[in-house]
């Protein structure tokens, strides 16, 4: 069951619609990045994910950036750069169900949590 705690004005349901909704990247470039545990982020920087993994010494020591390790944060546009993060097992199946309501269950299927990241 997906968090629906408001963040600013919006739920986490409708922040990941949100990320989902764009045209880049592709559905199936977004299962392929799940896959790989790597996130991705949008060029007008109002949107994206990111996995632990992705954050290199830079954002880690200099920034002090930090995604304890079976989450992701999800950054989002609401009137101002916002992130949030969720287990990545939330992100999954919102994914999951996304692509289902998008009548792609062959990309859904490949969305399975016990068999991703082995």
Known sequence: MLDTRLYSNMNI???????FSYKWPSDEKLVDY?????????????YGVTYPSDLDEYYTE???QYIPDGYVE???????????QIPE???LAALKRYLLNSGKK???D???KDKLHK
């Open 74 to 84: 999800i950054n989002y546009w609401d009137g101002e750069q916002k992130e949030v």
């Open 106 to 108: 062959s990309l859904a």
């Open 110 to 112: 490949l969305i399975i």
């Open 34 to 46: 799940a896959i790989a545990r790597h996130g991705f982020g949008g060029d007008d920087g109002y």
């Open 13 to 19: 349901e409708e922040i990941l619609d949100h990320v």
């Open 62 to 64: 200099v920034e002090g």
């Open 89 to 91: 097992s939330e992100y």
